[in-house]
């Protein structure tokens, strides 16, 4: 959880300074860690390709509702910006590692996402990363609503990837 905390910090700091460098840096050496023999989990890169996919998705969408402005956006501001996404790949790689124990906990990582998911954006918009429409009064339910399926959504595929790597095992 450590590698993802400096991620966060990373990103958010960078992105208004347009230093997408420092999240880069740390997002590889996340990788290689979480990568490395001894922590490899089967389903970490499937986990990553569904998590930006999924983040384009949202992030994008509150863009376009006109909730959310990115600093350090990209020329085609009506995406994600790169940053963010970082931050979904980092949220991917605790999947299978810290937040492995929520994988059986389904109910638990749907609050837990609704609560803190906010309060994320939140201390992004403090730390001057976003820009939060004054008339976006659906941000936080939708923030909260996305992030209860998002969270135990991966979790459980986590979980299914790993089932399916042991019954191709059994049936070899």
């Known amino acids: 959880m450590l590698w993802m905390q400096v991620l966060w910090f990373g990103a958010i700091i960078g992105a208004p300074q347009g230093q997408l460098w420092l999240a880069l840096l740390v997002l590889m050496c996340f990788v290689c860690w979480e990568f490395r023999p001894a922590s490899r989990v089967y389903g970490d890169f499937q986990l990553m390709l569904v998590a930006v996919l999924l983040g384009l998705i ?3 969408t509150w863009i376009k509702l006109g909730w959310l402005q990115y600093t350090g ?3 085609l501001s009506e995406l994600a910006p790169l940053w963010i996404l970082i931050l979904w ?3 991917a790689l605790t ?3 810290s937040l492995a124990w929520l994988q059986s906990r389904l109910m638990l990582a749907a609050m837990l996402g609704a609560v803190f998911s906010p309060l994320s954006y939140l201390a992004a918009a403090r730390l001057g990363a976003v820009t939060i429409a004054s008339e976006a009064e659906g941000l936080f339910i939708a923030l909260s609503l996305s992030w209860a399926i998002a969270l135990p959504l991966l979790l459980w595929l986590a979980k299914h990837l790993k089932h399916l ?5 059994v049936h070899v």
């Open 58 to 60: 949202l992030d994008t």
């Open 73 to 75: 956006a990209w020329a």
């Open 89 to 91: 790949v980092g949220l």
């Open 95 to 97: 999947i299978n590692h």
């Open 165 to 169: 790597k042991k019954e191709k095992k």
